[in-house]
């Protein structure tokens, strides 16, 4: 998963192949190495030892391979005991992997409908695949209904609000050839539609 490739590689704008079941040994594989580069970019230990910058979200596309395929993992909000004790900012990572908010690869995923309240996260959005900093709100809808099939192929209607919804459709952007800085508003970055819900 070193092989992040970034802005500028044209495969990043390239809408993204639907897949097909059962899934490729290759495709497999990729579903657990991109789930995996999470998990392990998580965790503050790792992340140092193998130079990954942390993300929740990972679409195929970012490793090159111009399929509809996204491995999410949101952790569960954990702060550690004592920020300034390494073992309990440790566990907390640890823990906040362990229950997350949503884990899942998502296949093949419609946004099936969308709340009309807007929604976007205060601090801004950073992609594994732009390296400079893009400031500026990204505004997108604040709760999705999405559908998705698993590594299995199983179906799955989901009702995602807040960080996770925001995540989802920021990878859900990159199998469109989309990346997050095109939503932002270039004369004001920072301006919001009013009653944008503004997150964490
Ligand atoms: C420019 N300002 C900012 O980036 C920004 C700045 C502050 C706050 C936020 C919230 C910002 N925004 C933002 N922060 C994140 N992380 C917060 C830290 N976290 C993480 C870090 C360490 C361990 C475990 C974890 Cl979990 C990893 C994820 N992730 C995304 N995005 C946009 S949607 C896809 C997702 C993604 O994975 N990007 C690589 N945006």
Known sequence: MDNIIRDGNPTLRKYADKV????????????????????????????????????????????????QMAAVLVP?????????NHDDV??????????????DVIINPVIVSQSVQLGA???GEG??????DKPGYVPRADRITLRYQDVDGND??????NYPAIVCQH????????????HINKEQPFAAEENTLLIG
């Open 20 to 67: 097909t079941f059962p899934l490729s040994q290759e495709h497999q594989q990729l579903a657990k190495d991109m789930m995996k580069y999470l998990e392990v970019s998580q965790n503050p230990d790792l992340a140092e030892k193998y130079g990954l910058r942390a993300g929740v979200g990972l679409a195929a596309p970012q490793v090159d391979v111009s399929i």
């Open 156 to 161: 799955h209607k989901v009702r995602l609000k």
């Open 127 to 132: 992609c594994l695949s732009v390296d400079e």
């Open 76 to 84: 569960s909000p954990v702060e550690p005991d004592d920020p300034d």
């Open 121 to 123: 996260l205060s601090e």
């Open 90 to 103: 440790l566990k907390a990572a640890q823990e906040a992997q362990d229950n997350p908010v949503f884990k």
């Open 171 to 182: 990878e859900i952007d990159h199998l469109h050839g989309v990346l997050f800085y095109d």
